[in-house]
């Protein structure tokens, strides 16, 4: 989750899905993305972040939408960008046990370089590689984290 699921959002879904078809489990692992807030319903990923992840094969292809109440029931992970958007998801949990689901993407960077994912919205096209570097990196921490553990 980010804030309206145009940049960082769809590039961890994007980044996580061909991760999850590398490694043969598309059948058992559903990626999705949402944003906290609704800005940017019903759209279609930034043109820079679509331009930039496409240059590492990425296909950004989802559609904006906010997080809604049920996606702590159908989902047994939700992974913010930045501190911001887990206190934002602690906010909209239904209950205890979905709060326990929040978590920041970076709890998973090997290389820890950040401690969040930086919206690069405001920004130049360096902004947009750092976040698809910080999200490649720990997008495989998330990957390998899930597969030594089932459960999750």
Known sequence: MCLSNICRSPSA????????????????????????????EGERADDRMRVHAARRGYVLDSISRPVSTQDFYDFDLIIGMDDRNVDDLK?????????????QITEYSRNKLYDYVPDPYYGGSSGFELV??????????????ISSNPDN
């Not at 996580?16 to 807030?37: F, P, T």
Request: charged letters at 30%.
């Open 13 to 40: 879904e994007a980044v996580m899905k061909k991760l999850v078809k590398d490694a043969g489990l598309e059948k058992s692992i559903y990626i999705d993305s949402a944003g906290i807030m609704g800005y940017h």
């Open 91 to 103: 906010s909209k949990a239904p209950d205890l046990e979905s709060v326990a689901k929040i978590h």
């Open 132 to 145: 698809l570097d910080l999200l490649e990196d720990a997008c495989e921490g998330l990957l390998a984290a």
